[in-house]
């Protein structure tokens, strides 16, 4: 008997016409079941999808579904059945026709992107199956690709080319023309009577083409991102209480020589509009009057959508902290035109209470799981929070040590009751080799340093580090040596030691030193935390200290005993943190006090109390200010005087930084006495001249906007003002009491520390601008 194809050919997705009845009356036995035309994908794996078994009755509507099966696995264009005659019964024959393989991906006229960057984004494989619908999604991958890089224009295509002598095997070749990069040279705003252009533009993140263009990256058009800006200009308008704004459909020419776009669209306005009343429907867990306190939401007070979306989250996290973790809660504005007043309905739907399941971390290659729970608040087997969640969110991703951080909450299909925690994290490198120079002006000169540090050691969280920094202008050294286990064992307590060694210059006038003195000293520090955000810790510090006699400008005004000594001191600190991100913090605050004693031991006797205040917000787009406040105290006890090493002095890129390196301060002048001065000194003819010898007290006052300039290169343009001044007693009466300055600077952030280039104008004065360059993070 020959063989008769007991389905017709399978093209597309029109499976469901070969689900028909049998050629046949009776259903014979399957016998044997064979398949042909297949070269390279395995027998067994065809196989595995075919549910009909020898000894079945053939059935239709299950050889139907074997032949769908089949077609799935996607490595074909056809599959058929066949019967044919055996002993018994049938044989069950599966035809397939295999896809071509893929030999080669070629790409031809780019040259924006290379060779990697193409292969990144069309993510083909050579020797995989031909899937068109690959193809296209490599496509679209490639024109968004080039669209980021502002080559909206561009057109790519592809060829699929089979290979001479090749067994089914193709070529896939994407043809590519760049075209012109295209700026936005224009947005035009029309119908905005009562928000200016400027307010509008400064939300959104399609920004018209300037000068910077071509470091600051603006001016580039892509059609994604201006389809989110109307979405933001819309909830915008919401915040000011137009609820009744409508953004127009935009715009977009593009000029003949396809270099330059301009943009315009119209904007409807409307009133604004004021909150109504406020209500709550759903399930009810709290009284209304619990509900309404502290709500944002005002009657009579402006409409905000951002207060509406911030009042949304609270009230599922309040409700989460019962144990509702996937509580719905949906709020229902209804708009009243002849008020112009906006009534809010909140509908809860608390869902299934649940309790915490397992909690699991992953993407953590280098970093131990015990480093990211002991910073969870959330414990397997309690009842679910949602406030513990957020908190834990927080905690994880202030450590530092990954570049993104996610919480996702995972159903059990089994137990509807329990939640399961997946923390998805992306380790961030946290090693640090840094061997590098740095440049100042003034009397500094060059520097260079080297430093080894992990912030991360081992993957326990702990911090090691070993450093060593060469001032040229200053005959500057310093060597530090240290290590921080910020969890002893299963505790909560902290520890850590410092070994040191410094050689410096203390002031100089005109290259002249003040003194030269060198430090060798160790510290060790015991920490616990009080309260969530806050930690005490109290450090042992004992230090040697001696002056080069010979380098003293003037021994009438600084005897050695004021340098020479040992310190044995004691301090207690209180730390404040609530920064997102210990090494670059978009938001949040820091805050410090401490009080250190010097007096257990030693020959030192003074008391030094400290200060300090760090804020950071981000202000729009990406813009964030930073500000810094800290002021220092340091007075005599015992009948003693103060060391003088141990004064305050400003000016430099860490303090004034309009001002040169430690130049701000009390000043003393030089006598006239040959036999008081240093060589140098007399040599240099200073008799008479003031020089800083350093304060009791100081303030300094630091305010910054950080705004990316290059985002994927991570580097950074800054603006600053600072204030401050060392003195004795109450500002030493002088006028101004406090020294002011300007600059701007850039930061590139890089893989070996933030690198500093930092211009600062002195306010006060009248000296000449100063430039500093080091490797290190701003405050």
């Known amino acids: 008997m020959p063989q008769v194809r007991l389905f017709p050919p399978l093209w597309g997705t029109l499976l469901s016409l070969f689900a028909s009845s049998l050629l046949f009356a009776a259903s014979p036995v399957v016998k044997r079941i064979d398949i042909e035309g297949n070269k390279k994908i395995e027998t067994a794996a065809i196989r595995t999808k075919i549910l009909t078994s020898v000894g079945d009755r053939l059935d239709s509507q299950v050889v139907s579904n074997d032949i769908r099966a089949v077609f799935s696995l996607g490595y074909f264009d056809d599959v058929e059945a066949f ?64 669209e980021e890089k502002g080559y909206y224009l561009a057109d790519i295509r592809y060829d699929v080319e089979p290979v001479k002598d090749g067994e089914n095997e193709v070529d896939v070749v994407f043809h590519i023309d760049e075209n012109e990069k295209i700026k936005v040279r224009s947005i035009t705003i029309t119908g905005n009577n009562l928000v200016s252009d400027g307010e509008l533009k400064k939300v959104m993140q399609t920004q018209e083409g300037g000068f910077f263009s071509w470091l600051t990256g603006s001016g580039t058009y892509r059609e994604a991102v201006f389809e989110r800006d109307i979405a933001t200009l819309q909830f915008y308008y919401g915040t000011l209480g137009y609820v009744r704004a409508r953004i127009g459909a935009p715009e977009v020419t593009v000029t003949p020589d396809k270099k330059f776009i301009y943009i315009n669209f119209h904007v409807t306005e409307g009133e604004k509009y004021n909150v109504g009343d406020v209500d709550f429907s759903g399930d009810l867990l709290f009284s209304r009057d619990e509900l309404h306190e502290d709500l944002e939401l005002k009657k009579g007070e402006v409409f905000n959508t951002d207060v509406l979306r911030r009042e949304t989250l609270r009230y599922t996290e309040k409700y989460g902290d019962l144990g509702y973790a996937f509580a719905n809660v949906v709020p229902q504005p209804e708009i009243h035109d002849d008020t112009k007043t906006v009534d809010v309905t909140f509908e809860i739907d608390k869902g299934r209470r649940v309790y915490v399941g397992e909690i699991t971390v992953v993407g953590n290659t280098k970093t131990k799981d015990k480093v990211v729970r002991r910073e969870l608040q959330l414990r397997e087997g309690e009842l679910f929070s949602g406030s513990k969640l957020r908190r834990s969110r927080e905690n994880v ?72 920094q060469i001032m040229t202008g200053r005959k500057f050294y310093e060597f530090n040596l240290g290590f921080d286990e910020p969890y002893v064992g299963s505790s909560r307590w902290s520890l850590g030691g410092r070994l040191y060694h410094v050689r410096r210059i203390v002031t100089a006038l005109e290259g002249v030193p003040t003194f030269q003195e060198m430090k060798t000293g160790f ?103 930073r500000f810094h406040l800290t002021g220092a105290n340091i007075a005599p006890w015992g009948g003693t005087a103060v060391p003088i090493n141990e004064l305050f002095i400003q000016g430099g890129l860490f303090s004034l930084r309009g001002y040169d390196f430690l130049s701000i301060g009390p000043k003393r002048t030089i006598s006239g006495n040959p036999a008081d001065l240093s060589a140098e000194a007399f040599a240099a003819n200073l008799a008479g001249r003031q020089f800083v010898i350093g304060g009791h007290n100081e303030v300094l006052i630091q305010a910054e906007i950080e705004f990316p300039l290059l985002k994927d290169a991570r580097i950074k343009g800054v603006v600053f003002f600072d204030a401050g001044n060392a003195f004795d007693g109450f500002f030493n009466n002088q006028s101004p009491a406090l020294l002011t300055d300007v600059g701007y600077g850039i930061r590139w952030f890089t893989p070996i520390g933030p690198l500093r280039f930092e211009f600062g104008y002195p306010m006060v004065g009248g000296g000449s601008p100063k430039f500093y360059f080091t490797i290190g993070p701003p405050f």
Do not use: C
Not at 92 to 118: C, H, M, Q, W, Y
Not at 120 to 140: G, P, R, S, T, Y
Not at 565 to 577: E, H, I, N, Q, R
């Open 523 to 625: 510290s060790i520090n015991l920490g616990h935390p009080v309260f969530e955000y806050t930690n005490l810790s109290m450090t042992y510090k004992f230090e040697k200290s001696t002056v080069d006699e010979s380098t003293i400008i003037d021994k009438s005004i600084i005897h050695p005993n004021q340098v020479n000594g040992y310190a044995s001191t004691l301090m207690a600190k209180v730390v404040s943190d609530k920064r997102d991100d210990r090494f670059d913090p978009r938001k949040g605050w820091y805050g410090e006090l401490s009080a250190e004693l010097a007096g257990l031991g030693g020959d030192r006797r003074y008391f030094r109390t400290r200060g300090a205040f760090k804020f950071f917000h981000p202000i729009i787009w990406d813009f964030i200010f």
């Open 397 to 468: 991703t202030r450590l530092g040590f990954f570049d993104n951080v996610e919480f996702n909450r995972v159903s059990r299909k089994n137990n509807p009751n329990v939640v399961d925690i997946e923390i998805k994290v992306t380790e961030r490198s946290t090693g640090q080799l840094v061997i590098g120079a740095g440049y100042a002006s003034g009397d500094i000169g060059f520097t260079a340093q080297a430093q080894l540090s992990q912030q991360n050691f081992l993957g326990n969280g702990q911090v090691a580090s070993l450093s060593a």
């Open 83 to 146: 019967e044919d005659e055996a002993a018994g019964g049938v044989r069950l024959i599966f035809k397939v026709s295999e896809k071509p393989t893929i030999a080669d991906i070629r790409f031809e006229g780019a040259s924006e992107l290379n060779e990697e960057e193409l292969e990144e984004e069309a993510q083909l494989k050579a020797f995989e199956v031909l899937d068109i619908h690959k193809l296209n999604l490599a496509v679209d991958r490639l024109s968004e690709k080039y």
